[in-house]
Structure formats: C-alpha cells, structure tokens
C-alpha cells in the first residue's frame, strides 16, 4: 500500500474518530454475560432495578455532571415513558419494540419546552423547579383516569416478544444491562467530544460559568437544554423497559420520592464519571433490599424505617468525606499514598 | 358557584397560605444567613409536630409539650449545623442542599422508627367548636394557625429589626465579609439561625397538627409546599416569603374549591410555576444594595 494512501487513511481516521470504548465497559459487559447462571428470579430482579436506575442516572450525568443542572424531576419523563410506552400497546397494540423509541422520543419532546422554561433559572433554584413540575406530572397522571388509569395505574402491559430458550426475566436482565453498557458508551464518548467540552464550559457547578461560553459564541441555553432533553430520553427509555418488565405500572413509581432518589444515587456515584451512576445505584438498591428485607427481621420495627436513616446517613458522610463522590475514590487513595511518600 | 364556597375557600386558602408561610419563614432565615437552601424544613414541622404529641401523651400539658417540642427541635436544628453543614466547608450550593436532604432522611427513617408509620393528631388548642360564618366553617384551630403565623411575622420584624443579635444575623446575610471584620462571628451567627428556622418550625408542626394531623412522611411536602412559597415571593425578603406563602395557599384552596375535582393540584402548581417562571425573582425582589 502506497505511503499516500496510508496517509489519507490516517487523516479520515483523524476526522471521524473512532468511538472509545472503555476497557471497563468491556470487563462489565464480560461478567454480565456470565452471572445469571444463577437464574434466580429476585437476584435477577434486583440487578435489573439497578441497572434501570443506572440509565436514569447516566441522563443525570449529562444534565448535573455536564451541564451544571441539578434536576430532582427525572420521574416526570421516568413516568412519561413508561405510560407513553405502554398505553401505545395496550391502545395500539404495536410491539414493544417499537413502542420503546417512540416512548423516547416522547420524553424528549415533553422535555424540550420544559427546559426551555425552566433553565433559563440560575442555580439551585432549578432544582426546585423540577421538583414542583414532577409534583405535577404526578398529580395529572392521577387525575387523567381515563387515560392512566389514576391511582392504580395499568396493568398488563404486554412483554418485549423475547427468545423462548431463556426466561423472561433474565431476558430483561440482559437487554437492562446491554442498554446500561450501551448509555455508559455514549456517555463517556459525549464528555469527550466537542459538545462534552461545550457543555463543560457552560457546567458553572464545575469549572464553566455562562459568560464566557456565550463570548466564545456557545448558545449556553441550547447546550443546556439538549442536556435535559438528552436526560430525559435516556429517562423515557428506562421507564418504557420497567412497563414492559413487570407489567403493571403506578403512579408513585414515578413521584417525586423517586426522583430524589434518583438523584441521590448520582450524587453518592459521583455527577462527574458515567460510572458514578452504576455505582451509586448498586449502593441504593442494594442498601434498600438488604434493610428492606433484613434488618426488621433482625431487629424489630417498622419496615422502610432502617433504609431511610441508611440513605441519610451515607449521603451525608459520602458529601462529607468523599465530595466527588464515590468513584473519586481511587484517586483520593493514590493522592494520599503519594502525600505519605513525599 | 356560591358565595359560601368562595368564602369557604378563601377561609381555608389563608389558614394554608399561613402553614406555606411558616414554612417559607424558616428557610428564609436559613437562606438569608448562610445562603443553604435547607430542605429539611419541613422535618422540623414534622419533629414539632410528633414531639408535641407525645409529649402529650405522656401526660404533659400542652403548653409544657409545645415548650418540649420546640426545644428538643431546636437540639435538632444545631445538629444538623454542626454535624453536617459546618463539616462541609467551601461545598457548592447543590451539595449543600444535597447535605440537608440526607438529614431529612435520616430524621425521617429515625421518626419512623420511634413513633410507626400512624398519622398522629391533637385536640383543638382550646376546646373542639367549629364556627360557621354565613354557610362557611372555621375549623377551631384555624385562627391559632393564622395567629402562630402572624405572631412568627411580628416577632421575625421585631427581632431583625430592634434586637442587636437579629441586626448581627442580618450583617451575615448582607456582607459576611464586613460582618465578620467588625467582630461578629459568622459560624454563632449560622448556628443560631438554623436553630432559629428549627424553633420556628417546631411551633408551625406543633400549631398545625390539631388541623392536618402529623406523620413521618408529612415533612418532604410540606418543604415542597415552602420552597414553592419562597421562591413565588421572593426569597431575599420576608414580606416576599410571606406573600408568596398566602398566595400558594389561596390558589390552592381556592382551585379546591372552584375547579373541577381531580385536577385541582395540577392547576394549582400549575398556575403558580407560571406566575414564577414570568417572574423568576420573585414577585418581590431583592431590594438593591441591602438586602
């Protein structure tokens, strides 16, 4: 091959660079494939709560991590695909599959004016804003019966159509964690490109304020607003694989209690590293089925009572020690081994 | 649509908008100081609330629980300073808020823990009677409610404004900096108004729950329900807080009373994001220069 080719080659190369995949998501995607030997179904069932709370979590990555937004209101486009998703089967009868994008693509369209309202707000008050939005989302889903299906929300929803040589469930698990794996991807591959390092300059949590973007001729509010449009596909998404995995769905899965929630896991994972929301989704759920499940057994009391002082006391102590959160581990420890060698 | 229903609701619009108000009061003066957007201020109300009862129940009499109540919330207000704000030193705003919602967690899970997941309430401050004014009824507890608040607002004024700690607390909001170079220390200062909205609160919890009745998970809304009052109003200034408070509440009572059942809630918050987001600092801003 002439030298000349070569070159052109390693020009196009340069020009349409190829998408990284952390060597991680790699190892992720290896032990995932082989765990659910066990093919026990609440094990499973836990794994798959992670792992949707995990995509939710990664859209926060992009809005809080990169953008700079804190947003307590992902349960509004949580909840929007997953009713979108399923009243297009049950209405419609299409298939889940197709349901599942056109879903998306509803929480984005819903998400587009809302943040176009809400973001021309500046700092926490945004935050405050979600949340009231999300109080809202919730009490027009119990309201509108005839659609929703009010207070006790719908039932048989149609499954994704599925290979028959495994159960359902670890179907789920798998196609959950393909989807985890596939957002981690983007994610990473997003902070690392122009628009990352463009939202990073409008991120006034971090280093970015929004004068200095909009003299170097960044449109802030568009850059923001495709974070939160962004946030809520990625939210839209998971909330249509939960209707079609368990079939029946409500409104309080979608109320501002889980918002904040979710919006804790990402805080404790870390705003700044895409894993930050595997992270702290695991510590979540698994924090909530070992209380939820163990600890009245063992020492007495109501249940729900030991997760809520769990979740108060490992945000705190997580701010407190660990303010990048837990992913920032690593680094603390390397920074202070090289602190002692010194 | 009759006049009793719109006195009705007028009526019960301002016993609401006064609770939004006591609420909104205490994170004033929370933000106002330390510039912490504190939600757990509704878990304050809660703690009043609870505390009072089982101080009650205990055999206390109401006014000794009330005292109780305040005191061990004030206790509670310290500690989230000093066990969980103070630590944080040089911490963002939204890590700050994040700090205070791990308290109200972890005050939540603890209430729920002690006291079960029943909802609590208390007789009437004096006597049970309701009263009925040309086809609309006052709950018995409604005028305390209205007069906790009005004597919170009396009080608030007179403490900022005549008091030379209230006068030491307003230097930290406006210039820390200058407050701290004529001598005032700015953690006391901190400290004293967290446990100032804790006190606050714990009257607000202890006055409403005769009306509303008291559980573990009532405090989240009501910090909801305050933030919405703040920020509506303006939460540089208590005038703003307090009308902002009166106006949730009347909006609320009122879309209750007047709007077709079911989507009252949603037209309610609906409206008033609206009013907010077309005057997103506050329908009374912050006075330039001083705040």
């Known amino acids: 091959m002439s030298p000349i080719v070569d070159k052109a080659k390693q020009r196009a190369a340069r020009l349409v660079p190829m998408p990284r995949v952390p060597r991680a998501a790699l190892i992720l995607l290896v032990v995932i494939a082989l765990l659910p030997v066990t093919d026990s179904a609440y094990l499973l ?26 947003s307590l209101g992902q349960g509004v486009f949580y909840g929007t695909g997953a009713y979108v998703s399923a009243l297009l089967c049950l209405r419609f009868g299409i298939s889940p599959w197709l349901a599942m994008p056109l879903a998306a693509a509803a929480s984005g369209l819903l998400a587009a004016p809302i943040g176009r309202a809400i973001l021309r707000l500046k700092g926490i008050i945004v935050a405050g804003v979600t949340l009231t939005v999300n109080l809202i989302f919730f009490y027009l889903v119990v309201s509108v019966s005839d659609l929703t299906g009010g207070a006790t929300g719908l039932s048989q929803i149609p499954r994704f159509e599925y290979p028959k040589f495994m159960s359902y469930t670890t179907f789920v698990f798998y196609a959950v964690w393909l989807l985890v794996i596939l957002c981690l991807v ?11 390092r463009a939202l990073k300059s409008v991120n006034v949590l971090g280093i970015g304020t929004e004068d200095t973007p909009q003299v170097l001729g960044i449109d802030v509010m568009h850059f923001k607003v495709a974070a939160y449009v962004g946030a809520a596909v990625f939210a839209g998404i998971a909330g249509s694989v939960y209707a079609h995995h368990i079939s029946v769905i409500e409104p309080h899965t979608f109320s501002v209690q889980t918002s904040v929630l979710v919006a804790i896991m990402v805080v404790l994972g870390g705003v700044t590293n895409p894993w930050g929301a595997i992270v702290g989704s695991a510590l979540i759920v698994g924090l909530t089925e070992l209380l939820r499940e163990v600890a009245p057994i063992i020492l ?9 002082v769990a979740y108060g006391v490992v945000l705190v102590l997580t701010l407190l020690f660990l303010p990048d959160g837990l992913c920032s581990l690593p680094a603390r420890i390397q920074e202070w081994k090289r602190g002692r060698r010194l | 649509m009759e006049a009793s229903t719109v006195l009705q609701s007028l009526i019960s619009g301002l016993t609401l908008g006064c609770i939004y108000a006591a609420l909104g009061l205490g994170l004033f003066v929370v933000y106002g100081v330390t510039r912490v957007l504190n939600l757990a201020q509704g878990e304050f109300v809660m703690l009043g609330g609870m505390l009072t009862v089982s101080f009650c129940s205990m055999g206390v009499p109401l006014l000794g629980a009330i005292v109780l109540a305040v005191i061990v919330t004030i206790i509670s207000g310290a500690a989230l300073y000093l066990l969980v704000i103070r630590p944080a030193k040089n911490a963002s705003g939204s890590t700050l808020a994040f700090l205070t919602v791990g308290f109200a967690y972890a005050i939540e899970g603890t209430t729920l823990l002690v006291w079960g997941w029943e909802y609590h309430s208390l007789t009437n401050f004096l006597g049970s009677s309701s009263i009925h004014l040309w086809g609309a009824t006052i709950f018995g507890q409604a005028p305390w409610v209205v007069g906790m608040t009005v004597l919170m607002v009396v009080g608030l004024f007179f403490f900022f404004g005549r008091t030379m700690v209230g006068k030491a607390l307003r230097a930290c909001a406006d210039e820390p900096l200058g407050a701290r170079s004529v001598g005032i220390s700015i953690e006391k200062m901190a400290l004293l108004s967290f446990m100032l909205a804790a006190g606050l609160g714990a009257v607000a919890g202890a006055t409403i729950t005769p009306l509303t009745m008291t559980a573990y998970n009532v405090g989240m809304p009501l910090t909801i329900k305050g933030l919405l009052a703040a920020f509506l109003g303006g939460i540089h200034r208590a005038e703003g807080v307090i009308l902002g408070g009166l106006l949730v509440g009347l909006a609320e009572a009122l879309s209750a009373g007047l709007m077709p059942t079911g989507y009252h809630d949603a037209i309610a918050l609906g409206i008033l994001l609206v009013v907010f987001l077309s005057r997103p600092q506050g329908l009374l801003p912050a006075r330039s220069g001083a705040g």
């Open chain 1, 300 to 308: 007495g009391g109501p249940t729900g009572s030991y997760e809520l």
């Open chain 1, 45 to 70: 069932s836990i794994l798959i709560k992670i792992g949707l709370h995990a995509v939710i979590g990664m859209g926060l990555i992009l809005l809080t991590g990169l953008a700079g937004q804190v």
């Open chain 1, 186 to 196: 983007l994610t990473t591959n997003l902070v690392a490109s122009r628009v990352g």
